[in-house]
């Protein structure tokens, strides 16, 4: 049987790589056209002096058809040998560029697309190449080592490619010194670096291509030395840099890779996951993988390898695994928040949040977890607690300061440790008000007042004379809707609530109503509506007054016409008054403006007339003698209104003593005051 033929499909990369080499030596090999002499016998002169450049194998074309005249000029002294200083001082072409005079293609080999080497375009050919008899074929000076010349730790000039083959971590090819498995060792390339195939091609020669689904971009585009330096490096896998300082070479970079794939480690959070295990701890090796983004596992179930998945309600993006929704996975405001506000209206449209006019001030201001959690509750709606006791946690004067609590005005809080609670609150805030986020009426309530109240209270605006404020649907102006230590929710007591709308006419009088006194204004008014003027109780204001004072105005059968005419306030006024017995202005002045008595005298013309002012009364010690010291200014028994006695003469013995024996028991009070 014959032999099997041997598989060479292997060295069809290599062969690619040599052909090119193969045709620079046959190049180097040909006869330069610009050389015709043969070696002369002068070189024997110089062969005196420098007999060991004849010694090896290869030899420069040049010297064997021209001798040592074709690069050199004879520079012999009349009497010695040749005494040129330098080399380069006795080449035919100055500068160290006679190479260029036979090989001038070598160094315009760069067009088109192709790339001279450098040493070529400076015309540094003895950098690589020996002009005697090298050791090394096309006159190479050290072989497969010469590139380090140049490109080594060590070499000088210093370039910015510094290559180390004996250094830990270095490129296999490159430590075996075999540089022309990678780069092409000629004058020119027609790719970049002399590669001898672009990248990633050359990286695929010996590594493997990765081809799951998801492809690192820079892999995925054959950007190969984004990551890894193709020499060597003290990272491994010739990394440019180790770790979480390898990737952020281009994710800490906006402009370098997409805005979403930016990484901002100074942002007020930072995924602990970065902190403790870097990239790793969530991202596969950095080629290629199953998931999006180079996951470990999809986001959905990635998350949960460190966080608890949620068993309760939970929100529909947690439950859909749509954690980056909401969440950066790197870094971010608060939590890991993509938005410090507002990060909610990117699901949630803030037209079906608040469609009406009244916001609640969270949902306005971006709060929203002021109310909701953000994965799970055991609440509806996934609020934070149930809704009597969540309004609470702001609304409650004693509730802990948060942010939340603390942005609610003063106005806005309860003191629920008042002694009176509206009872609406037993069956939660929604009995009054929207708990959603927005609403038609004014604090969210679910109806305008006094509507509102009517729903529980009967209505006080059906009455011929209804309280101004209760008429406006201004119930909240007396009463506090929630808590109050006044009962019936009263802010404030006595007449100071009255006084908050009306006028204080009680403060700074001489004489005032024992009930306004006492802040009993509800004993005569009443504070909604009333069928009679004034709010008052009884049908009229004299019987307001009578339903205290009957017993004092109807003790006579004989009634005073201005009590039946004008009424009780046609003297007193009902709160308070400059004058005794809430009177406008004294007695006499004040029976005056009805009776003619401008004098001041009154009875009899004996003497001047009778004194109705100025000095005391007998019969009430400390008060001043006037019409009410003989009349009672309601009712009598007198026809003209006597306190005592049923006539004229009888009225005067009530201070003068027993004057018709009818009653010897009066004495004489004007004679006795006197004598004192």
């Not at 306005?364 to 309004?391: D, I, N, W, Y």
């Not at 009957?550 to 008054?577: M, S, Y």
């Amino acid at each position: 049987m014959a032999d099997p033929i041997p598989d060479l499909s292997h060295l069809t990369h290599l062969a690619s790589r040599w052909r090119p080499l193969v045709a620079a030596l046959v190049a180097a090999l040909l006869p330069a056209p610009a050389l015709a002499q043969k070696a002369s016998s002068s070189d024997e002169g110089c062969l005196g002096c420098h007999a060991g450049l004849a010694q090896r194998s290869a030899e420069h074309r040049s010297y064997s058809t021209g001798g040592c005249s074709s690069c050199h000029q004879p520079d012999r002294g009349a009497e010695g040998p040749c005494k040129g200083a330098a080399k380069h001082w006795t080449t035919v072409v100055g500068d160290g560029k006679a190479c260029l005079s036979c090989h001038a293609s070598a160094q315009s080999a760069g067009g088109g697309e192709r790339t001279v080497h450098s040493a070529v375009r400076l015309g540094q050919c003895l950098g690589c190449h020996s002009p005697h008899r090298p050791k090394g074929e096309t006159l190479l000076a050290k072989g497969a080592a010469l590139c380090l010349r140049c490109h080594g730790v060590n070499s000088k000039p210093k370039l910015k490619l510094a290559v180390d083959p004996q250094a830990k971590g270095t490129h296999a090819p490159v430590e075996g010194g075999d540089c022309q498995d990678c780069h092409f060792q000629t004058h020119s390339s027609a790719s970049p670096m002399h590669l001898t195939e672009p990248v990633p091609g050359l990286c695929m020669g010996c590594h493997d291509k990765k081809l799951q689904e998801t492809r690192h971009p820079p892999e995925a585009k054959g950007e190969c030395l984004s990551c890894h330096d193709a020499h060597g490096s003290s990272h491994p896998k010739l990394l440019k840099e180790e770790g979480d300082a390898l990737c952020l070479r281009c994710h800490a970079q906006p402009g370098k890779v997409p805005a979403r794939a930016v990484i901002d480690l100074k942002k007020p959070a930072v995924h602990a996951a970065i902190e403790s295990g870097g990239c790793a701890t969530c991202h596969q090796p950095p080629h290629a993988g199953t998931a999006v983004k180079l996951l470990l596992k999809p986001a959905s179930q990635l998350c949960f390898d460190c966080h608890d998945k949620p068993t309760e309600a939970t929100h529909a993006a947690v439950r859909q695994g749509k954690c980056f929704v909401c969440h950066d996975p790197h870094s971010g405001e608060g939590p890991l928040l993509r938005q410090a506000k507002l990060s909610c209206v990117r699901c949630h449209s803030p037209e079906s949040l608040v469609p009406r006019k009244v916001r609640h001030a969270p949902v306005t201001e971006g709060r929203c977890t002021s109310c909701h959690f953000g994965h799970k509750s055991k609440e509806k709606a996934l609020l934070v607690e149930a809704p009597g006791a969540l309004c609470l946690k702001c609304h409650d004067k004693k509730s802990p300061e948060s942010p939340a609590a603390a942005a609610v005005g003063g106005p806005f809080r309860l003191d629920l440790a008042k002694a009176n609670v509206h009872p609406a609150l037993d069956g939660g805030c929604d009995a009054c008000h929207v708990t959603t986020h927005s609403g038609d009426q004014k604090r969210l309530l679910t109806k305008a007042p006094p509507e509102l109240c009517y729903d529980c209270h009967d209505r006080k605006d059906a009455t011929p004379f209804v309280h101004t404020a209760v008429k406006q649907g201004q119930c909240t102006v007396c009463h506090d809707p929630h808590t109050a230590d006044q009962p019936a929710l009263a802010r404030d007591s006595g007449a100071a609530l009255c006084f908050r709308c009306h006028a204080d006419d009680l403060t700074g009088r001489n004489s005032t109503h024992a009930p306004a006194a006492q802040g009993k204004c509800l004993a005569c008014h009443d504070p909604h509506g009333s069928a009679n003027k004034g709010n008052l109780r009884q049908g009229s204001g004299d019987a307001v007054c009578l339903s205290c004072h009957a017993q004092a105005v109807d003790a006579g059968k004989n009634k005073h016409p201005a009590v039946e005419i004008k009424g009780c306030t046609g003297c007193h006024d009902p709160h308070g008054a400059g004058g005794a017995t809430l009177l406008s202005t004294t007695v006499p002045k004040l029976c005056g403006e009805c009776h003619d008595q401008q004098d001041g005298l009154h009875v009899s013309t004996i003497g001047g007339g009778h004194r109705i002012s100025g000095v005391p009364d007998p019969r009430r010690p400390g008060k001043e003698l006037s019409c009410a010291s003989c009349h009672n200014p309601h009712s009598s028994d007198s026809p003209k209104l006597f306190r005592f006695g049923a006539d004229t003469m009888e009225s005067c013995d009530g201070c003068h003593g027993d004057t018709t024996g009818k009653h010897p028991e009066l004495k004489d009070l004007v004679h006795k005051n006197r004598e004192r």
